[in-house]
């Protein structure tokens, strides 16, 4: 199975979750959205909690968390979005 | 002799001076007080708006700059002056929309808000001033507009958004900026343009950061579209709990300002399936592309469930409201008044007072006997934390020769994180730590300086 490195970066809930704004992870080059999910959360259980309202994004592109296969490149960018709800 | 008249000449100009500052404040609350600006308690329906077909001349040389524009041009413009805008919330991201809208010229701006200016609002609801503290926002604001651009009508509506009013109040605006600061509010708003058809610039900040999309326009999707299900109420933190930087409001009221004038002037907007973020800190935007509108969404799908406004809060389980929520979580015996909590302190008896707010809060202002381990370092049984409160709870222990637990009191700002810091340590008292009898400082810190030290700062 190849894998491919990428970045994942973390806004707004997700960073207080985490601790993290950003971090690099392996991940297999075909998997689905929600495996990709599903691997952010055994990284960082706390994200559980994200998991209905997230925008998960690849690549600056929205994904639904479903079965719809991803095709990862080496230094893709993954963003963890929750919504602001403050103004 | 001499003196007395020296003396009555420094107290005439003493009150001379004071007359003159009476007669500035007067003059400057006369002003605002003099606008039109009469306050909305209710939604009523207005006459519609006066219909321009050119400029005249003053309008010409007050929007030159813009007119030059060949993308506004004076057919922009003109349909600019044609269009009404209702902002929704009157805050951080509703003063800069409501004044920039308001600079260039469109109709009728609404301007609705439910709370009156606080101090703590003026660092970023900038609309607002010293001299309105107390008074409606919706009437602040609509003040300061009229000063700049009294040619616009401003309907200021002192009243919270509810299921019963939204639809007849969203119906006579052409557009919506959703400046809110609550989630049920912005499902609400949401639900309401779906059902009247009007596009939804909606926009949120918290900390250093802030999102925008235009939604319910030109087949992009709803914010339920995005959302179908609202967050579990304990994972949002509101602008009073998480903070946020003025300006970082600042610039996301000013995009949607800026997305409202493209639609009102028939250029279409730029995020209709885009959702913009602005990270304040690495001074960086980011645009994500998302789905167009889901033909499974409940409300603007194609077999829609939500065919009228429901009850918000009862949906997302919190409060229209940023303000924070009292929780309930312990029994009586559990929690201690500051009256109470004063008593122990003053009578010296030995306990450990345990501060339990983020670093951020504690170097705002503590009491100096508190010893600070934030919630989220006992939540997640940071080690550090956990080895300070084993060792000051055994050295407690030993210097006062207690014999049976160690009193812990807990305190935060307002009482609610404390109450989930008693659940957390009761369950490690006689595990990771002595045995301790856990209690609860019902109000918290705000409290404190409310019932028992007026100088203690409040925030």
């Known amino acids: 199975m190849n894998t491919e490195q990428v970045s994942v970066l973390y806004f707004a809930k997700s960073a207080e979750l985490t601790g993290l704004k950003a971090e690099n992870i392996t991940v297999p080059s075909n998997i689905s959205s929600l495996r990709l999910w599903q691997h952010l959360e055994t990284r960082h259980p706390r994200l559980s909690v994200l998991r209905d309202q997230v925008v998960l994004a690849v690549r600056q592109e929205y994904v639904p968390l479903g079965e719809q296969p991803l095709t990862l490149r080496d230094g893709d960018e993954v963003a963890v979005i929750p919504p602001l709800s403050g103004g | ?459």
């Open chain 2, 1 to 459: 002799m001499d003196d007395t008249v020296l003396s009555l000449k420094t107290q005439l100009l003493e009150k001379e001076s004071e007359i003159v500052a009476l007669k500035k404040k007067l003059a400057q609350l006369e002003k605002g007080n003099s606008v039109l600006t009469e306050l909305q308690e209710k939604v009523i329906n207005l006459p519609p708006l006066k219909s321009n077909t050119a400029l005249n001349n003053e309008d010409i040389m007050r929007y030159s700059r813009q007119l030059l524009l060949p993308e506004l041009g004076v057919k922009g413009q003109v349909a600019i002056s044609n269009v009404s805008v209702l902002v929704v919330g009157c805050g951080g991201l509703g003063c800069p929309v409501a004044q920039y809208l308001a600079a260039a010229g469109v109709g009728r701006l609404g301007l609705l808000d439910y709370d009156v200016v606080e101090l703590s609002n003026l660092h970023r609801q900038v609309l607002h001033t010293e001299l309105t503290q107390g008074q409606p926002k919706a009437l602040s604001a609509a003040q300061a507009i009229s000063r700049l651009n009294s040619r616009v009508q401003c309907v200021p509506y002192h009243l919270q958004l509810s299921r019963e009013n939204a639809l007849q109040l969203i119906q006579q605006y052409d557009i919506v900026a959703d400046c809110s600061d609550n989630v049920p509010t912005r499902y609400l708003v949401n639900d309401a343009c779906v059902l009247t058809g009007r596009p939804l610039v909606s926009a949120s900040a918290l900390r250093m950061e802030g999102q925008l999309t235009v939604y319910n326009c030109r087949g992009g999707p709803c914010y339920r579209c995005l959302y179908p299900a609202p967050p579990p109420p304990e994972t949002i933190t509101n602008c009073s709990d998480g903070g946020v930087l003025g300006v970082v409001p600042g610039i996301m009221g000013c995009l949607q300002a800026l997305e409202v004038l493209k639609i009102a002037s028939g250029q279409g907007s730029s995020f209709e399936k885009q959702l913009l973020m602005f990270d304040g800190q690495e001074g960086r935007f980011r645009s994500i592309r998302l789905r167009p509108k889901q033909a499974e969404c409940a409300v603007c799908g194609e077999t829609p469930t939500v065919t009228e406004l429901q009850d918000y809060e009862q949906f997302c389980g919190s409060a229209a409201t940023d303000k924070c929520r009292r929780l309930n979580l312990l029994t009586k015996e559990q929690r201690v008044s500051v009256q109470e909590y004063k008593a122990i302190l003053d009578s010296s008896a030995p306990h450990l007072l345990l501060d339990v707010r983020p670093k951020v809060e504690v170097d705002i202002c503590h009491l100096p006997i508190s010893i600070n381990i934030p919630l989220s370092s006992l939540e997640n049984k940071k080690t550090e934390h956990l080895t300070l409160l084993k060792d000051t709870v055994s050295d407690l222990k030993q210097q006062m020769s207690i014999k049976s637990q160690v009193p812990v009191f807990v305190v935060c700002k307002l009482g609610n994180d404390s109450q989930k810091a008693v659940q957390l340590l009761e369950k490690m008292s006689g595990e990771e730590v002595d045995q301790i009898a856990v209690k609860d400082v019902v109000g918290g810190l705000m409290a404190w300086a409310n019932k028992i030290d007026p100088s203690f700062p409040q925030y």
